[in-house]
């Protein structure tokens, strides 16, 4: 006989911004609010990711009784009784401190400074220590090379006021998937700078495809110099995947659909492909492109 996994026990009442909502016990008090329309803005959370709670933008108002206290919504388990309050006035001048904390942190983000503007965030309270800074220290680019990717070459060095994040902790093991730029919300991580001119030197002139070291097109060869931006094969791949980087899709992760149309755009593309063009510029296109942040 099939269980039903929701027993009558799991299910709980909490009150949501004031209205009553049925969830289940222990579910993460942020995915049951964004499912109930409450808008919470977040920085260092990603489905699928183990959460860090590491911004505090998410933060809300939990009561119970005369209890109450601040809490970071990402990594909160809810229960039975649990009144939540998302976006009173207390709540958002907590949330407005926090935008003050990261913006002193790193002026240079263009998230942090669309976040200001939402807010009414004018200045910073907090001292700044490095005015093109961007990184916030979130840690998404380290727990994808860890728990997605797999790779660990990036982690976290220093302390205190020089903690950041060592982009090349570990060269020899990235496999140039690009996914630590594309989950970063600040662009603080540019891949063609930090890691791909690594990578060049790393293979000097036996170049596998990056797709091929994420294990999508096993045995492809990149004959562009891992200027994936020019490449018909990454541009396919990036939109086969849509609206996840492929190594998610790789690792099984999310579009397990999209593996097997993939899997089998690998079976058209023998494994030294040249579906790439040899470095001459389209004159169709010259002057139009750039290096996307997610290469
Ligand atoms: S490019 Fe991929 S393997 Fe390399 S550091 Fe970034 S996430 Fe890790
Ligand atoms: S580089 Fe980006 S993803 Fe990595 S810790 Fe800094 S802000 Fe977060
Ligand atoms: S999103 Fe919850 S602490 Fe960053």
Request: net charge negative; with cysteine.
């Amino acid at each position: 006989m099939i269980k039903n996994p929701t027993t009558p026990s799991d299910t709980i009442t909490i009150t949501l911004d004031g209205q009553p909502i049925t969830a289940k016990k222990g579910e993460i008090l942020l995915d049951v609010a964004r499912r109930n329309g409450a808008f919470i803005p977040t920085l260092c959370h990603l489905d699928g990711l183990t959460p860090y709670g590491a911004c505090r933008l998410c933060t809300v108002k939990v009561k119970h009784g005369s209890w109450s206290k601040f809490v970071t919504s990402c990594n909160y388990p809810i229960w039975d009784g649990l009144e939540v309050e998302t976006a009173t006035d207390e709540v958002n001048q907590n949330r407005k401190l926090v935008i003050e904390a990261l913006l002193s942190r790193a002026p240079k983000a263009p998230v942090l400074q669309n976040l200001a503007k939402t807010y009414g965030v004018t200045t910073t309270r907090f001292p700044n220590l490095d005015p093109a800074e961007k990184c916030i220290l979130c840690g998404l680019c380290v727990r994808v090379c860890d728990d997605v990717v797999g790779a660990h070459a990036i982690g976290f060095v220093g302390r205190g006021q020089d903690r950041r994040v060592g982009i090349h902790i570990n060269d020899a093991a990235c496999i140039g998937c690009g996914a630590c730029s594309y989950v970063c919300p600040t662009d603080a991580i540019d891949m063609e700078s930090v890691t791909v001119g690594h990578f060049r030197d790393r293979w000097g002139e036996d170049r596998p495809c990056r797709y091929s070291l994420m294990g999508l097109l096993p045995g492809s060869v990149c004959h562009n110099n891992y200027e994936c931006w020019r490449c018909e094969t990454d541009q396919t791949i990036m939109d086969l995947c849509q609206p996840v980087h492929p190594v998610f899709v790789a690792r099984g992760i999310d579009n397990a659909g999209v593996r097997s149309v993939i899997r089998k755009m690998s079976v058209m593309i023998p494994p030294d492909h040249e579906d790439c063009d040899d470095g001459s510029t389209d004159e169709a296109t010259a002057g139009q492109q750039s290096p996307p942040s997610d290469t």
